[in-house]
């Protein structure tokens, strides 16, 4: 029976799946007093609270989401990849 066998759960392994991303809010873009540098954004990592925490995330890749009005390829979604530097 091909069904029990995808329904056995294997030894080691959680019920529930492991999730490959955390949530961040956009701050805004690199600033100094006068003028803003758009090539770097500043982001909050949800779970982030020092800097000894940033150590991890260090070198991992980002992107941006979002939806636009009209479809490119059937798509209404684009995305925006970045690095954690």
Same mark, same amino acid.
């Given at each position: 029976?091909?069904?029990?066998?995808?329904?056995?759960?294997?030894?080691?392994?959680?019920?529930?799946? &492991? =999730?490959?991303y955390?949530?961040? /809010? @956009?701050?805004?873009? $690199? !600033?100094?007093?006068?003028?803003?540098?758009?090539?770097?954004?500043?982001?909050?990592?949800?779970? &982030? =609270?020092?800097?000894?925490?940033? /150590? @991890?995330?260090?070198? $991992? !890749?980002?992107c941006?989401?979002?939806?636009?009005?009209?479809?490119?390829?059937?798509?209404?979604?684009?995305?925006?990849?970045?690095?954690? /530097?």
């Amino acid at each position: 029976k091909m069904s029990d066998s995808k329904t056995a759960s294997k030894p080691g392994r959680t019920s529930q799946p &492991v =999730r490959l991303y955390t949530k961040a /809010q @956009f701050l805004g873009f $690199k !600033r100094g007093l006068r003028t803003q540098n758009p090539n770097h954004a500043l982001l909050q990592l949800d779970g &982030v =609270r020092c800097k000894d925490d940033t /150590q @991890f995330y260090l070198g $991992k !890749r980002v992107c941006y989401i979002y939806r636009a009005r009209r479809n490119v390829k059937g798509k209404k979604f684009r995305v925006i990849w970045g690095k954690i /530097q």
